[in-house]
Structure formats: C-alpha cells, structure tokens
C-alpha cells in the first residue's frame, strides 16, 4: 500500500507507561505527519516533520514527541501515557498528488 | 492558526439521490482542498480535491465546488449509491505539502 507502515497496529498499555508508535516508508518522501482520529474530532495533527531532524508542531502537540533520525522512519513518543491518548492514531506521506495515509494503531491506554 | 469546519456532522439520503457536505475555513492563505472518504475500520483515502484557481471541480458523480470570497466549499456527490457509505472529511491547507487541517467529518448513510 504505496509504501507506508505503522507498528505496532494494536497496543494495550497502562497509564504512565513510555509508547512508542513507528511509520515507515519506502518513498524516499520528505514529509511525513502524524494525526489521531477520534470519534466528534476528526483527524487532528500532533506533529509533522519536513525532513531528516526537521520536526514541527500540529495542533495537538502536547504530551508527544517526535523523532526522524531517517528519511524513512518517524517515530511517534508518548512519554508517560494518559487516557486520554487512547485513540487511533494515522501516519501519512505525500504519494502523488494526495497525502497517504497509513494503515493506522489503534492505542489503548487503561 | 486554520480552522475548518464541516456541516452536517450526519446525513442520510435514500439510494439515488444527492448528498451535499458543506465546510468553511478561516485562513484566507489556504488554498488547497481535499476531500477524503473513510470507511469503517480503513484508513482515509482521497477521493477529490480542488486548488484556490478553480471555482469547480468534478469527477464522474463527484463534484466540489469552492467559493473563496466567503470561504466555504462544498462536496457534491449525484445518483447515490450503497457503497457512498462512509464517514467524509473535508480539510484546509496552504499547498499540497503543508499541514492539512480537516473538518470533523460527516456520517453519510444511504438509505435503501
């Protein structure tokens, strides 16, 4: 599916606990972003990155983390999980002429 | 920053008719609209999106229509069918690559 991953694609963890969520892709795009999806919300952006180490806040910034060590990988840090960060959470790419979005991971956070 | 926001939050129209999705936007740089479609359990996926040059835009029972003066746009899709079923997004941005903002969606149900 043009070439974006996510992993894991289901996660359970406790309140307090370090998540890491990781996108992949394989086309080489200069950017990528992260989005959580919830029911009434919609899709709202946490963070995006235009480039190797070149990062940038959403609208929904607080409590995440990003890094981009490479071009292919972006990775999405929940530092101390909450509640309210159980959602599904989208990576997305530019392929073409649309932003592409992964196939999603469904985070749970008791 | 861009705020965007999409009316109806659900709508139902029998088999065969018309449905319309309205969205406005606050940012009057933003000149770039696309329109994604997402079905249950999916990821979102584009189905039709318009540029700030062009007032319409269509494709096959697709249509959307963008007014920039007031800052509104406006899905059309004709001759509904059940597979139209899904959740829809409208969203905002400065171009292609820049951060898109999406309405919150609207539930479209065809009713048989």
């Known amino acids: 599916d043009a070439g974006i991953t996510q992993s894991p694609r289901h996660k359970v963890t406790e309140t307090g606990t370090p998540v890491t969520l990781r996108c992949h892709q394989t086309?080489?795009?200069?950017?990528m972003y992260w989005y959580r999806q919830d029911p009434g919300h919609g899709l709202r952006l946490i963070h995006y990155?235009?480039?190797?180490?070149?990062?940038d806040k959403g609208e929904v910034s607080d409590g995440y983390s990003v890094s981009r060590s490479k071009t292919e990988d972006f990775l999405l840090t929940l530092e101390s999980a909450t509640s309210s960060q159980t959602s599904v959470y989208f990576c997305a790419i530019i392929v073409g002429n649309e932003q592409f979005f992964g196939p999603g991971t469904r985070l749970t956070v008791l | 920053g861009e705020n965007v926001e999409q009316h109806p939050s659900t709508l139902s129209v029998q088999e065969g008719d018309s449905a319309v999705i309205k969205c406005t936007y606050s940012?009057?740089?933003?000149?770039?609209f696309p329109w994604y479609k997402q079905e249950l359990g999916k990821r979102p996926q584009l189905i039709i999106d318009?540029?700030?040059?062009?007032g319409e835009k269509k494709d096959q029972r697709i249509a959307v229509t963008l007014n920039k003066t007031a800052k509104h746009f406006s899905l059309h899709i004709t001759e509904t069918q059940p597979e139209d079923s899904a959740v829809y997004f409208c969203?905002?941005?400065?171009?292609?690559?820049?951060?898109?903002?999406f309405g919150k969606g609207t539930r479209l149900h065809i009713l048989p």
């Open positions: 990155s235009y480039g190797v180490k070149d990062t």
């Open positions: 969203a905002a941005s400065m171009n292609r690559d820049d951060k898109i903002i």
């Open positions: 940012d009057s740089a933003s000149n770039y």
């Open positions: 318009i540029r700030s040059n062009v």
């Open positions: 086309e080489n795009h200069r950017y």
